[in-house]
């Protein structure tokens, strides 16, 4: 068993509510953080959508309305951190955001709080140096919808100590999640060092004028037996974070991506299912 009850997640978004709802869901104290009172009041919009999805998704296991009511939200990072046993970072996937958001916490935090961040494609040892405690700091990385996709995937950084990895594995196992330890840093973690590639050359299919959404879905659907082609995991992931990834790599395919992803869909306020829209509609 952990020793993790009280936890606090910076970033009110797609995956950080999630994370900061399955916590509460499965009864840890949570405290929810996010830059401005606006922030915070559509992070709360979305623990009331997911209320919803786990009652659909989860008949008759856990109470929802109760994790919803349990959990605390914030625009103060002071006053969130204060007595945390962790605090997961699930701010946007700029590496300049990530340090000064570590920059900033590691003034206000615990000195024995332990640091996580849920970066999908950055190393800890990337952010390490701003977060003042590189023996605490490792990435703990979830899938989204991860009350259905449980994985948490587990990683130390260069300086991690090793019983911190432990603490997360527990930890992870407690809120319900199946913990996946790598035992040194890799960008991309298990999941996405296996799911980037596959997206990636989805993308560069259409962005090149190769094929359309659909038929790019189809043909991996038909030939493969999956259950979703890539644009729906794209929809699922959010469209949002997979231009910030797109946009950050200078190879031209992935910069064509990222411009026409931001044009069609970004601009247009369609970001995925949490909108209601991307690629295709929901709802």
């Known amino acids: 068993m952990s020793s993790i009850n009280k936890v606090v997640v910076l970033g009110m978004g797609v995956l950080g509510s999630q994370i900061a709802f399955q ?21 709360r919009e979305r623990f009331e959508v997911l209320a919803k999805r786990y009652a659909a998704d989860l008949p008759g296991v856990g109470d929802p309305q109760a994790a919803l009511t349990a959990i605390t939200a914030t ?10 046993d962790l605090v997961i970072e699930a701010v ?13 916490l590691a003034e206000v935090a615990d000195p024995g709080t332990i640091f996580a961040t849920n970066s999908s494609t950055l190393l800890p040892s990337d952010i390490a140096p701003a977060t003042g405690r590189a ?3 490792l990435a703990l990385h979830f899938a989204n919808e991860i009350w259905l996709r449980n994985t948490a995937e587990v990683m130390p950084g260069p300086d991690t100590d090793p019983a911190y990895l432990t603490e997360l594995a527990e930890f992870a196992e407690e809120i319900g999640m199946v913990p996946i330890v790598l035992t040194k840093e890799k960008a991309g973690y298990v999941l996405n060092s296996l799911l980037v590639p596959f997206l990636d050359a989805a993308g560069e299919l259409w962005a090149g004028g190769y094929a359309d959404v659909e038929t ?3 043909t991996w659907r038909l030939a493969t037996g999956a259950p979703v ?3 729906q ?4 992931v959010g469209l ?3 231009y910030n990834i797109a946009s950050t790599n200078p190879d031209p395919g992935h910069q064509a991506f990222a411009a026409k992803i931001k044009a069609d869909f970004i601009d247009q306020g369609k970001l995925g299912i949490a909108t209601g829209e991307g690629f295709y509609k929901y709802g």
């Open 75 to 84: 625009s103060d990072l002071a006053e969130a951190v204060r007595g945390a």
């Open 23 to 43: 916590s509460a869901f499965k009864g840890k104290e949570v405290t929810s953080y996010d830059i401005s009172d606006e922030a915070v009041a559509a992070g």
């Open 216 to 218: 790019i879905d189809k």
């Open 229 to 231: 082609g890539p644009f």
């Open 240 to 242: 949002t974070t997979a």
């Open 233 to 236: 995991i794209y929809d699922v």
């Open 92 to 104: 946007p996937e700029k590496i300049e955001i990530k340090q000064e958001t570590y920059r900033k």
């Open 135 to 137: 023996d605490k700091f």
